[in-house]
């Protein structure tokens, strides 16, 4: 008598990350959050100017109502003391404080998974002079080195390669947009240490695994092996500490805001718009209030995201 064989599909790790991630509900609140925000600063001042003329930058002609006003049906958020639409500049400033997570994480994966992994890799003396470039690097406060860098490089003396980048995308003359593309880079590379350290261990658990050797006997170069096999065999850990890498450098930059050393007027973060909202929060207390909640809303979600990609991705807790 034949037995009945049931036969299970097998799923791939990113598969099967998907199908317990979905089963984790902060996560996929996280997820549903960072999305409608990235939807909302992409979309939502253009809405705004269509529909009301309000912009960022906004204000009005008629001194009467340059003034701080309360949250109504015109003005969802209220104004600022200028008369500006918070709302409005909420948005535009998420565009800023996202684009900041982003790009200086990019910037701080590029860097540190090419480090961490070369170092790993090549073991010895090499792996060992390097890291301890990294343990010193890690004894200097990274928002001194941040500030130095936008010191010495602001201004003036700002790379002319973003000179080139803002005048492109925002026109001649605009210091205010090459300070905040300085702000990015700057800030993504001092973000890159931990990601290397993350990334070399994970290289010096695979390559003495045997698709490494196999790769070696084959001829491939070692560039090849190590961003053709290892680094793609790392992705798990990168993804997860990206996504926790972006709260923090938000954080960073809007501290770097606070003191005045991130976003110049008339461009606006979240961080530089609490930062305003400081200052009149006796009187205006929803100058504080709403770019306040934005932020923390966000930044609470990226990290029930990443805290979520960390357990679907974790090979410890996957079920056969």
């Known amino acids: ?43 939502g001042p253009a809405i705004i ?28 958020m209220g104004t600022d003391d200028a008369g500006r639409d918070i709302f409005a500049r909420v948005l535009q400033g998420g565009r800023i404080s996202l684009m900041v997570g982003v790009i200086s994480t990019t910037v701080s994966l590029i860097i540190g998974v090419s480090y961490g992994a070369t170092a790993g890799y090549l073991g010895g003396r090499i792996d060992n002079l390097m890291m301890r470039i990294v343990d010193i690097l890690y004894s200097i406060p990274y928002i001194l080195i941040v500030i130095v860098l936008l010191s ?13 980048l803002s005048t492109t995308l925002g026109g001649a003359g605009n210091q205010g947009l090459s300070q905040i593309f300085l702000l990015f880079f700057a800030l993504g590379l001092v973000s890159w240490l931990t990601m290397a350290r993350v990334v070399r261990g994970q290289i010096l658990s695979l390559k003495n695994q045997e698709f490494v ?18 680094v793609p065999n790392a992705l798990g850990p990168v993804i997860v500490y990206a996504t926790l890498t972006v709260p923090s450098v938000m954080l960073t930059e809007a501290f770097l805001s606070y003191l005045g050393l991130g976003v110049q007027p008339p461009y606006a973060s979240w961080g530089s718009l609490a930062s305003d909202g400081v200052k009149n929060i006796a009187i205006f207390p929803w100058q504080l209030l709403f770019p306040g909640l934005t932020m923390a809303l966000t930044l609470f979600s990226l990290n029930f995201l990443g805290d979520g990609l960390r357990d679907a991705l974790d090979p410890q807790t996957r079920k056969f």
């Open 1 to 43: 008598m034949a037995e009945n064989i049931e036969i299970v599909k097998g799923a791939s790790l990113w598969r099967d990350a998907w199908r317990r991630l979905r089963r984790n509900k902060l996560a996929m609140f996280g997820l549903g959050v960072i999305a409608f925000m990235i939807v909302a600063v992409i979309i």
């Open 49 to 76: 100017k269509w529909t009301t003329g309000y912009t960022y930058d906004f204000i009005p002609t008629d001194r009467d109502l340059v003034k701080a006003m309360p949250p109504s049906f015109r003005h969802l």
């Open 152 to 164: 010495v490089f602001g201004g003036p003396s700002t790379p002319e390669w973003i000179q080139w």
């Open 213 to 230: 050797l196999a790769a070696k006997a084959t001829g491939v170069s070692t560039f090849g092996i190590i961003f053709r096999h290892l």
